[in-house]
């Protein structure tokens, strides 16, 4: 299957909103801007169900081979994150201490996630098992009581896991087993996926998808607004997520209605200029999230000044903590390669 290019938007926008969120008293002090900028890693989680359902759709093989070679896959640029953070954090190099950072998660701020996607591989067979027997069943009164039992124990697991659980002292859902709250919106991210593959990834016809597009668009234009004029307070007095990190019911439907408006509205779009125009670097930028999320913040607390013009700061921050991050990909690659060359050659 080929990539969806609204996918990479999504994850685009996912990795910009992570950059302005936290740039949150750095280059602004909205107090809304941030609020909205939450959506971030909701966004991500939502777009790995949908894009994990229909990489284990694909797969022959076991299943235990493929969590592990997936998980060597994020492993291997995040050790590589946590010795560089390290290093300039401390000025030195101490084995142990990276040692300890890489099993703890908390090398930066945004570490924490990688803890947190390798939880959601590990689920992601259990959970795509679910989906796949849904999609096999043949009426629709069938298909949606399954799916509905689906979201009952995910919701009941969620609660417990919040409740009950801890994995270690890091950061947001990453610390509870299997993410809390987020593993609603992995679930959720799933069905979707089985939805779109069934369909074929066709998006519906112009009257369909036009009132898909103006029914998700009002509903996300209220919810924005009720954020801005209220944050997640409602989610602070329900007896479930704390509202952001991990998700409460606001702030999974904001990043849902968000997630879908924007599939329509590129799809809807994609034979026009000005939207190629708009989205083509947006799709590249949507390939480089890992380590943008892992480097974003090495430039931002270690390695950019700071400067009184607002004006050249909202240019020359986001371009380094996106520029950065990418070239550093790079430069792994092709330390990576070198090494696979020279250790492996017969």
């Given at each position: 299957m080929k990539r969806e290019k609204w996918v990479d938007v999504c994850k685009a926008i996912a990795i910009l909103a992570v950059i302005i969120n936290h740039s949150s008293g750095v280059l602004y002090f909205s107090n809304s801007l941030?609020?909205?900028?939450?959506?971030?890693?909701?966004l991500f989680i939502y777009l790995m169900g949908i894009t994990q359902y229909w990489s284990l759709q694909r797969?022959?093989?076991?299943?235990?081979?493929?969590?592990?070679?997936?998980?060597?896959?994020?492993m291997v640029p995040y050790i590589f994150s946590v010795m560089v953070f390290d290093t300039v954090q401390n000025r030195g190099w101490?084995?142990?201490?990276?040692?300890?950072?890489?099993?703890?998660?908390?090398?930066?701020?945004?570490?924490?996630?990688?803890?947190?996607?390798?939880?959601?591989?590990?689920?992601?067979?259990?959970?795509?098992?679910?989906?796949?027997?849904?999609?096999?069943?043949?009426?629709?009164?069938?298909?949606?009581?399954?799916?509905?039992?689906?979201?009952?124990?995910?919701?009941?697991?969620?609660?417990?896991?919040?409740?009950?659980t801890q994995i270690m002292e890091v950061y947001g859902g990453a610390k509870f087993l299997f993410g809390g709250s987020y593993l609603i919106e992995f679930y959720t991210g799933m069905i979707i996926g089985m939805l779109l593959s069934n369909c074929g990834n066709k998006t519906p016809e112009k009257k369909q998808a036009y009132f898909f597009l103006v029914a998700g668009g009002i509903g996300l234009?209220?919810?924005?607004?009720?954020?801005?004029?209220?944050?997640?307070?409602?989610?602070?007095?329900?007896?479930?997520?704390?509202?952001?990190?991990?998700?409460?019911?606001?702030?999974?439907?904001?990043?849902?209605?968000?997630?879908?408006?924007?599939?329509?509205?590129?799809?809807?779009?994609?034979?026009?200029?000005?939207a190629r125009v708009i989205c083509e670097p947006l799709t590249r930028l949507g390939k480089h999230t890992l380590y943008i999320f892992l480097y974003h913040r090495l430039f931002l607390d270690f390695v950019l000044p700071d400067y009184d013009n607002m004006i050249l700061?909202?240019?020359?921050?986001?371009?380094?903590?996106?520029?950065?991050?990418?070239?550093?990909?790079?430069?792994?690659?092709?330390?990576?390669?070198?090494?696979?060359t020279l250790y492996c050659r017969e």
């Open positions: 941030m609020l909205l900028s939450c959506l971030n890693v909701s797969f022959k093989g076991s299943y235990l081979k493929r969590t592990l070679h997936a998980i060597k896959r994020i101490d084995f142990l201490r990276i040692v300890r950072k890489t099993f703890m998660f908390d090398a930066s701020l945004p570490h924490y996630y990688v803890l947190l996607y390798i939880q959601m591989l590990i689920i992601a067979p259990v959970l795509y098992e679910w989906v796949r027997r849904i999609s096999e069943k043949g009426s629709h009164q069938s298909k949606l009581l399954l799916v509905l039992t689906g979201f009952i124990i995910v919701f009941l697991f969620s609660v417990f896991s919040i409740k009950r234009i209220g919810i924005v607004c009720y954020i801005i004029q209220n944050g997640f307070s409602l989610d602070n007095r329900l007896p479930f997520a704390p509202g952001i990190n991990p998700p409460g019911l606001i702030l999974m439907t904001y990043a849902f209605l968000f997630m879908m408006v924007m599939r329509y509205l590129i799809n809807m779009t994609q034979d026009y200029t000005v700061k909202w240019i020359i921050f986001p371009a380094v903590m996106i520029g950065g991050p990418i070239i550093i990909e790079y430069i792994v690659q092709w330390l990576m390669s070198g090494m696979k």
